[in-house]
């Protein structure tokens, strides 16, 4: 391993998986640009040589390949159902590396068993994820067969291990690598999802890089807080996690989307597609405050609360933010967290709503996804407000100095509609 470089571990969790260890770098060696990558993964897929996962896989890491990183993959069946690679190896490897893609055929709508034998291992070795990315690609044989609820509920887990999150970037900016092949040998005639596995790759690879790079003085930077729920002034929890960043020295940038003038969105197509444009936004109301904010913060923390007290405008706000991908991405590679407090019990599950539609911004979801649930007298809290913080500003230091030597780094194009 080159000295200073990260370490990238593709795992695959198919039963059907092919490859060793060596299979994989092997076949990674012979791609040296994307059409070798996709002529070799016709050539396996059409042998049967690779399952249509490991496809996804290979095109995956192959859009993370870079001379500064290094990549090692791992069969799970070589560790859980035969004796190829050592438990110790595993472990080893999860420690050493600086992030994971892990592919996962669909199995009903759900990742499949190796990958839970997988968050049981990393749970009871108490294997360290602090500040390591995790994204994913799957494969499933409907064509809306439950690729993306895969995507949902690994990015779940994968958070609440304490990873933070990519999805597979630009153009489509959606979950993670959705292929669709049923019969072994097939994955090859689906190039949408071997681009957006590739995509995955890429947005890891962009990690690593911010990562990588110097760090921005704590007091130059600014976290966005925008809040939704709450009475007047918020309550102790938005002042106990202001005070959490300001004693790191942290400027904070606060707003009460309650209290914005928010009116639907109109489904127009008239949100700007360049940087170039102004906020763009034909609808007259405050969402240019917040279009304002999001020029100037280095990371942000959504807050939303659900009581019985008041309805806030989280959704409203929501469904008003598509002009942040329209303006080619203006909150890539930004780190997000989220706050959800429910005190009353809708079941909701608001914490996952909230940072699956963040993904499509193309952010870094950060680790801990926090949460108050209350059934009125009794709060279950799950992860620490503390911990998002810090975990939140230490991405935020390097992404500062990233973004401003890449300006314009993505374009927006309208996939799924007419060019307009
Ligand atoms: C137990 C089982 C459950 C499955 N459930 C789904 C499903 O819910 N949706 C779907 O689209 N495909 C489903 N499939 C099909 C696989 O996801 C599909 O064949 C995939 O390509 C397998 O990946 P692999 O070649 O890497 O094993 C299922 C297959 C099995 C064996």
Avoid at 8 to 28: C, D, M, V
Avoid at 75 to 95: A, C, G, M, P, R
Avoid at 295 to 304: A, C, D, P, R
């Amino acid at each position: 391993m080159k000295k200073g470089n990260n370490l990238l571990l593709g795992i695959s969790t198919s039963t059907r998986a092919k490859l060793s260890t060596q299979g994989y770098l092997e076949a990674l060696n012979r791609m040296s640009d994307y059409q070798t990558m996709y002529e070799l993964i016709y050539e396996l897929g059409s042998e049967k040589k690779i399952s249509n996962t490991e496809g996804l896989l290979l095109a995956s890491l192959f859009g993370a390949r870079s001379k500064d990183i290094d990549i090692n993959v791992i069969n799970l069946k070589d560790v859980f159902k035969s004796t190829k690679i050592s438990k110790q190896e595993l472990t080893k490897e999860l420690d050493r590396c600086s992030g994971i893609i892990l592919g996962t055929p669909v199995y009903f709508g759900d990742r499949s068993s190796l990958f839970e034998k997988l968050v049981e291992h990393i749970r009871t070795n108490k294997i360290d994820t602090k500040n390591k990315i995790f994204g994913m690609v799957t494969a499933g044989a409907k064509r809306n067969g439950g690729q993306e609820t895969t995507l949902v509920f690994g990015l779940l887990d994968a958070l609440n291990l304490g990873f933070n999150v990519v999805g597979n970037g630009p153009p489509t900016s959606q979950f993670g690598g959705t292929g669709w092949a049923g019969d072994i040998g097939k994955i090859q005639d689906d190039n949408f999802g071997i681009d957006t596995s590739m995509g995955v790759g890429k947005r890891v690879k962009r990690y690593f890089e911010i990562i990588s790079s110097k760090a921005t003085s704590k007091k130059e930077l600014t976290i966005g807080i925008l809040y939704s729920g709450f009475n007047k002034k918020g309550d102790m929890r938005i002042q106990d996690l202001i005070l959490n960043i300001q004693k790191s020295g942290v400027e904070t940038k606060l707003i009460d989307i309650d209290r914005l003038k928010i009116k639907p969105c109109l489904a127009c197509a008239k949100c700007p597609h360049t940087l170039e444009t102004d906020y763009g936004c034909i609808i007259k109301d405050d969402m240019s405050e917040i279009r304002e904010l999001f020029g100037g913060i280095n990371g942000l923390i959504l807050i939303s609360r659900k009581g019985n007290d008041k309805i806030g405008k989280y959704q409203l706000f929501l469904e008003r933010t598509r002009f942040i991908r329209r303006s080619n991405f203006i909150m890539s590679d930004i780190p997000f967290g989220v706050y959800s407090i429910e005190d009353k019990l809708t079941g909701s599950q608001l914490s996952t709503r909230m940072f699956m539609s963040f993904l499509r911004h193309n952010v870094f979801v950060v680790s801990p996804l926090v949460q108050s649930i209350s059934d009125g007298s009794n709060t279950v809290r799950i992860g620490h407000i503390d911990e998002l913080c810090c975990n939140l500003i230490k991405i935020a230091s390097k992404t500062k100095s990233a973004i401003s030597k890449s300006k314009s780094r993505y374009t927006y194009k309208s996939i799924g509609y007419g060019n307009t």
